[in-house]
Nanobody
Framework: VQLQASGGGSVQAGGSLRLSCAAAGRTFSTSGMGWFRRAPGKEREFVGSITWGGDVTTYSDSVKGRFEIYGDNAKNTVYLQMNSLKPEDTAVYYC??????????WGQGTLVTVSS
């Protein structure tokens, strides 16, 4: 399974960005997708996840109410809509796909920079 994340960029606080994660290959072997981020000098943090059917989504408390994850099964793509961005959301964002209960496949990361 190959994952390609895109959509990062620079935005001012309060702005919005949408990240995309396109999956290719044996996607039928995966059950869902997650988004993670790593801020400078910090450990990787879970942001949120979604099942491929889109019926179950989870979010970290730090993004709940501001970020939304949704998918397009026809395109094998999952999106992370980020609203009301804060400087502390600055990080490299990664998407990952789950298989057999673990995040086994990872994208290359896309940088999001939020300025105050």
């Amino acid at each position: 399974v190959q994952l390609q994340a895109s959509g990062g960029g620079s935005v001012q606080a309060g702005g919005s960005l949408r990240l995309s994660c396109a999956a290719a290959g044996r996607t039928f072997s995966t059950s869902g997708m997650g988004w993670f981020r790593r801020a400078p000098g910090k450990e990787r943090e879970f942001v949120g996840s979604i099942t491929w059917g889109g019926d179950v989504t989870t979010y970290s408390d730090s993004v709940k109410g501001r970020f939304e994850i949704y998918g397009d099964n026809a395109k094998n793509t999952v999106y992370l809509q980020m609203n009301s961005l804060k400087p502390e959301d600055t990080a490299v964002y990664y998407c990952a796909a789950t298989s057999r209960g673990e995040y086994r496949y990872w994208g290359q990361g896309t940088l999001v920079t939020v300025s105050s």
